[in-house]
């Protein structure tokens, strides 16, 4: 007894089918969950926010430094909840491919001034001195997604905060690379072990490899799952005789402010450098 060939086909395919679907409808639920558990969760860590500040204004009286110190506290937490379950959101739609990038032609060197500008608080909180120095030319730009690309680096600051000593120096470099762009981020933190350099940034690696500092080891996942969706490569190295450096290079999706045009990839050879980039 034989079966037309057709027919195997026609059941494989439509067994395929309904595994695809299934997984899409499982994907979906799981986001769904994700953001009806992220909405119920933000808005009561909101009223606590909100209760937080209002106290630290003195709204409600003195305050002693004891009482002060530990309602910071509070409030830091509820901003470390906060920035975990828009992690979490982020991992999952990348895992199912809902993240897009919103390309756009972006002075680099703006993007990591505006970057180390929203780090400032935490910089001054810990006497941290940041430095920045760009080999790029002014007006250079790179086609990128401007608001992910700011929060790669505010994860890499963040990092470098968390692990640098009390007034310690913070150093971002970026320069023009032959087949395209490099941002460092340097700390002058504890070294890295060799055998979890090249893990460091796969998920929930980095809470337990160092302190209890750190949260739930997201932080550089996203950072990495970003980079790769711009085509790029993210990596770190120990740095003699101290720190750590965090290097993102990125390709030559480049537009030249000069003339106004935008460079696409080429059939071949990859992206042609822009004006003031070679």
Known sequence: ???PTVTVFSLFGYYHGMQEGRLELRNCQMEDFLNIAAHDIRSPLNVVAEAVDIVLSGMQGPLNEGQEKFLRMAGGQSTVITELLDELLDI?????????LELVP????????????????LFAKKGIQPGFSSGLSQGSKLRIDDFRMRQVLRNLLNNAVRYSPA?????????????????????????????KLLRIFD??????????????????????????LHGGKIWAENVLPAGVSFHVVLPERLADKGNGTEYGPAERGGYPLAAGMR
């Open 167 to 195: 007034n310690a120096k913070i150093r971002v470099e970026v320069h023009a690379r032959r087949r395209g762009v490099e941002i460092s981020v340097f700390n002058e933190g504890p070294h890295i072990p060799e055998d």
């Open 106 to 121: 972006v002075d680099l060197n703006d993007l990591v001034r505006k970057a180390m500008a929203e780090m400032e608080a």
């Open 92 to 100: 999952q739609r990348m895992a199912v491919g809902r993240y897009r």
């Open 1 to 3: 007894l034989t079966v």
């Open 203 to 228: 998920k929930f690696v980095q809470a337990s490899m160092r302190d209890k500092k750190l949260g739930a080891g997201l932080g550089l996942t996203i950072c990495k799952d970003i980079v790769k």
